[in-house]
């Protein structure tokens, strides 16, 4: 379904289906633009926490990802160790992936090399121009060629977990694209 109707009459991207949760992230974040160096990092980390997942998973267990990752503050994210890890991977309120643990403290390290909202700037250069609305699910795409080249610029910094369809939901999450498809009740311009 593209759309479905919620509990309060409101019609919303048929992806919300019944969850409390997923509504209130499609009513209040999904596709609302996200500025700034920690929220983005953060941003980043959890959609490579995804990967293979549903983005629900990662939305329930968000509070102690935040908490375990120090608020995602990558200064402090950035002096994680070995012990560090350890202890995150007997943490049951995450996802346990060693590679995913690993790959956020060393992205956390690259973001020690961007000056203050330099990663922000980096991250919405790579921002499409508005485009038509999609109609429905079925048009809106995994990957983009913007997506693929902010993954490859990543990938040339070192940065890990960020493939071209997880930057494309990165651009979807953060509001770089706006993809509430026609008739949902966030989708109030035409573009």
């Known amino acids: 379904m593209d759309l479905i109707t919620g509990p309060d009459g409101l019609a919303r991207c048929g992806w919300v289906g019944d969850d409390g949760e997923y509504r209130r992230y499609h009513d209040e974040e999904w596709g609302r633009p996200l500025r700034g160096d920690r929220p983005l990092f953060e941003k980043v980390s959890l959609e490579g926490f995804q990967a293979g997942l549903s983005w629900i998973t990662i939305l329930r267990k968000r509070p102690r990802f935040r908490e375990v990752f120090a608020g995602f503050e990558p200064a402090r994210v950035a002096a994680f160790d070995e012990s560090d890890?350890?202890?995150?991977?007997?943490?049951?309120?995450?996802?346990?992936?060693?590679?995913?643990?690993?790959?956020?403290?060393?992205?956390?390290r690259l973001m020690l090399e961007f000056a203050e909202?330099?990663?922000?700037?980096?991250?919405?250069?790579?921002?499409?121009?508005?485009?038509?609305?999609?109609?429905?699910?079925?048009?809106?795409?995994?990957?983009?060629?913007?997506?693929?080249?902010?993954?490859?610029?990543?990938?040339?910094?070192?940065?890990?977990?960020?493939?071209?369809?997880?930057?494309?939901?990165?651009?979807?999450?953060?509001?770089?694209?706006?993809?509430?498809?026609?008739?949902?009740?966030?989708?109030?311009?035409?573009?």
């Open 117 to 191: 909202d330099e990663f922000d700037e980096f991250l919405w250069s790579f921002a499409p121009p508005a485009r038509r609305r999609p109609a429905g699910l079925a048009d809106l795409p995994a990957v983009t060629a913007d997506s693929e080249a902010l993954s490859k610029a990543l990938r040339r910094r070192g940065f890990r977990f960020v493939g071209p369809t997880t930057m494309y939901a990165l651009m979807q999450s953060s509001g770089m694209v706006d993809d509430h498809v026609a008739g949902c009740h966030r989708a109030t311009d035409p573009v």
């Open 85 to 108: 890890v350890a202890g995150l991977m007997a943490d049951p309120g995450i996802i346990r992936n060693r590679a995913k643990i690993e790959a956020t403290i060393s992205n956390a």
